[in-house]
């Protein structure tokens, strides 16, 4: 039966989900989920040398990938027999870069416009010159099952992220002192776990020890109604010592904290922090900066021998 270029083009997308789909949770945990040039330059490589080695062993072992299966697609020798690694390799390398482009957004749309051109005129595609392409027969129910597995699937893999952006207090118009430290507990988690990724060796024993809360140097602000505005911190710091960074660290779980209570806020607050980035890498220095529904005053005075440096982080709409 004649493959139609309608069937393998859904055949890849599946395909495309599917690996996609799979890498976010992975990503998410890994801590890459700013929206950073680096990051999207990981995340594009890592989908396309995922992309590349779950079509190899998919057809070199199955002869068909997820998108295939579904779609009731089988890639062959052209004698028919089982397809070798080899031309595996080669008939996946050339797909994936004059087929979709690398996956990267452009060129994907260009290559696959021009594939279906060129099956669409019966012309024999590059990658093709080392598989065979079966396609059996197929009815709408399975059209319609493809659909389903894959919606299922994908819901599967993004439970994990989901769930884990779940543990959040959602900001419903008002904060608790209850509410804002099971939320700087989540977040302090997470917070070291960027942290044990990076180069810096991490005292978790400390950070469960010095919770910015729990400071007699931290105080909430409070409104008439009891309920939280926001809070002052302070510090004193010689002369001749340096910003310590586990209190650097304590101070951005706390502001990051603010910013995340805030629904509009949740999926970003990490992305946020860095218009603070002043307070922490000029702390002698004073600053009033509002971003992301939060303003911070950060003033540094000479006291004795060293600086006095106070915070006053408030909901912007709290006032200053």
């Not at 031309?87 to 994907?108: E, K, Y």
């Not at 101070?251 to 992305?271: C, D, F, K, W």
């Not at 600053?287 to 992301?292: E, L, Q, S, Y």
Request: charged share 20%.
């Amino acid at each position: 039966m004649t493959v139609k270029p309608v069937r393998r083009s859904f055949a890849k997308l599946i395909d495309i989900s599917v690996v996609s789909a799979t890498l976010v949770p992975i990503m998410y945990f890994a801590g890459i989920r700013e929206f950073t040039a680096g990051n999207l330059i990981i995340a594009q490589v890592c989908l396309t040398l995922s992309f590349f080695v779950y079509d190899i062993f998919c057809t070199f072992l199955f002869g068909r990938t997820a998108g295939k299966f579904l779609l009731n697609l089988q890639v062959t020798e052209h004698d028919d027999s089982r397809l070798t690694f080899v031309h595996a390799v080669i008939r996946s390398g050339l797909s994936l870069v004059m087929g979709l482009g690398l996956l990267i957004a452009p060129f994907t749309v260009i290559a696959v416009i021009i594939s279906f051109v060129m099956t669409k005129k019966e012309k024999p595609l590059p990658w093709d010159r080392y598989a065979k392409v079966h396609a059996h027969d197929i009815t709408g129910l399975r059209c319609t099952s493809s659909v389903l597995i894959v919606i299922a699937f994908i819901i599967l893999v993004m439970l994990p992220v989901a769930i884990d952006q779940m543990k959040l207090v959602p900001y419903t118009g008002s904060l608790t002192e209850v509410e804002y430290k099971a939320d700087y507990d989540v977040i302090s988690e997470k917070y070291i776990k960027a942290l044990e990724g990076s180069s810096r060796v991490v005292d978790k024993d400390y950070y469960s020890a010095n919770k910015l809360y729990d400071s007699p140097d931290f105080a909430f602000i409070a409104g008439e109604d009891g309920e939280i505005k926001g809070f002052t911190y302070s510090l004193n710091i010689k002369y001749n010592q340096t910003f310590p960074a586990e209190t650097q660290d304590t101070i951005v779980m706390g502001l990051l904290t603010m910013i995340a209570s805030q629904r509009e806020n949740r999926n970003t607050y990490n992305y946020s922090i860095k218009m603070f980035d002043p307070i922490f890498t000029s702390p002698f220095t004073g600053h009033v900066i509002t971003n992301a529904g939060v303003t911070v005053i950060h003033e540094a005075t000479e006291w004795g021998n060293g600086y006095h440096i106070s915070y006053k982080v408030t909901f912007t709409e709290a006032g200053l």
